[in-house]
């Protein structure tokens, strides 16, 4: 005789299994009856009332260590020799919502490369869970909080399969790691669940070239910087500035010298980016020197910029600034010497030194580079005084010449429009002058 019950597992001690109905129909010791286990189980079986035996839970039971019990209970009587007859029991113990997920790690690290494609697969949590069915069935949440509302634009999780996605391409200059968490849900009712942390760690690729700071560029023009022709060896003309916003040995910069116009004269040291001439100036060097100097950080690839800088070699400020005058002369005659001498046209020359579109007083600066001087356009300037001549006298000269024109041939209109042209070239040169002190100071200041 065999009987199946169901039991479950949060059962309290003493619930009642099954009852137990015995009977004998002897009488004193031959009809007393007892009812026993043949093994040790976590059951009771107690005498109700007469004939009647419970069998009830003894201790607590555990499906997920237990989930059946077979066994057989005896029931026999004090006669000599005893009687006796049994039931075998097969007992399942159902299951109960008692375990909560649990991760298969307390935290995960992820490691990603920055620029990765949205949608890419970073790794997978996961989490068991030792209930049964339903029970046991585990979901995958993102846990947005408040303090971190930018995670679920960051990452997503399958729920079904725990693996994370990212939703985006990461910038590591922008960010570097994060974290969140993930939630595993069972589907028991009510349904249990556990937080697990995850840090994700973006990692830096070398997707930035270096940037100059300085010497500022803006189109083709740069800063001029000044070397004394009593420069010694060594002398430092001035130091390039560059970043890189990436990070380690991607961001680790070395300086070279690509282009010069005379390679013996300067050399860029490797680390700094200091220019410093390797021999002696002499006067056969060139006033104006230009030198490419290429700027390389250590990725893999390697990324790099390129910068022009523009020396002056030169005596001493007034001769710079004389070469200053050579150029505001030679314009000056240009304008005369394109109207033909003896044509009122309204010099619709852009203003001078402001053809290179520059806006900052350091931009005024660059655009001596782009002016001629008298060593280089001498062929364009066989109407022009003597250089020499001083900025007073060059301009009241300039003037006197408008003046004798406009005797015969301008209006009085066109008259105005020279004068303001006049007046806007004097704003030019003064502010020019300006710049370049501006210039002279802060090359002093930052290479010291
Ligand atoms: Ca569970
Ligand atoms: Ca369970
Ligand atoms: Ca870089
Ligand atoms: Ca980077």
Wanted: proline share 4%; glycine share 4%.
């Amino acid at each position: 005789m065999s009987t199946s019950k169901q039991v479950p597992e949060n059962s309290p001690l003493d619930t009642v299994i099954a009852i137990l109905t015995v009977q004998d129909q002897d009488s004193e010791n031959n009809g007393k009856v007892h009812c026993f286990t043949e093994e040790r189980m976590p059951f009771n079986i107690k005498l109700t009332s007469t004939g009647f035996y419970s069998l009830t839970t003894g201790s607590s039971l555990d499906r997920e260590l237990q989930s059946y019990y077979n066994f057989t209970v005896i029931c026999s009587d004090e006669g000599v020799p005893s009687l006796s007859s049994s039931v075998t029991l097969h007992l399942q113990i159902s299951d109960v919502n008692d375990n909560a997920p649990v991760f298969e790690k307390n935290t995960y690290n992820a490691y990603v490369n920055e620029n990765n494609a949205p949608g890419l697969s970073l790794f997978s949590v996961k989490a068991s869970d030792a209930d049964w069915n339903l029970n046991a069935r585990v979901t995958y949440i993102l846990e947005d909080s408040v303090m971190n509302a930018f995670v679920s634009s960051y990452v997503s999780v399958n729920s079904d399969t725990g693996v994370v996605h990212a939703i985006r391409s990461f910038d590591y200059e922008q960010i570097k790691n994060f974290q969140f968490q993930i939630k595993a849900q069972d589907g028991g009712s009510p349904p249990l669940s556990s937080n697990v942390t995850v840090r994700i760690f973006i990692q830096d690729q070398n997707d930035n070239a270096p940037q100059i700071l300085y010497p500022i560029q803006t189109g083709t023009s740069a800063v001029a910087e000044m070397v004394p022709r009593s420069a010694e060896i060594g002398y430092l003309v001035t130091k390039v500035v560059a970043v890189d916003v990436d990070s380690g040995q991607n961001s680790w910069l070395s300086y070279k010298l690509l282009k010069a116009t005379d390679r013996a004269l300067f050399e860029v040291g490797l680390q700094t980016g200091e220019i410093r001439t390797v021999r002696p100036v002499s006067d056969k060097d060139a006033v104006k020197q230009k030198l490419t100097v290429v700027v390389e950080d250590n990725g893999h690839p390697a990324r790099s910029a390129t910068v022009n800088v523009n020396v002056v070699v030169a005596d001493s400020f007034p001769e710079v600034l004389s070469e200053f005058m050579k150029c505001y002369r030679w314009r000056r005659e240009q304008m005369f010497y394109k109207s033909g001498g003896n044509l009122p046209v309204i010099p619709y020359y852009p203003p001078l030194y402001a053809d290179m579109g520059g806006t900052g007083t350091l931009q005024r600066v660059y655009n001596y580079e782009v002016c001629g001087t008298t060593d280089s356009r001498k062929s364009d300037m066989k109407y022009v005084r003597p250089c020499s001549e001083s900025i007073i006298s060059l301009d009241a000269s300039g003037t006197q010449t408008l003046l004798h024109q406009q005797k015969g041939e301008m209006t009085e209109n066109l008259e105005n429009q020279v004068r303001k042209q006049h007046i806007q070239d004097w704003r030019h040169l003064a502010l020019l002058l300006v710049s370049f002190s501006l210039l002279f100071i802060f090359r002093l200041l930052y290479i010291q």
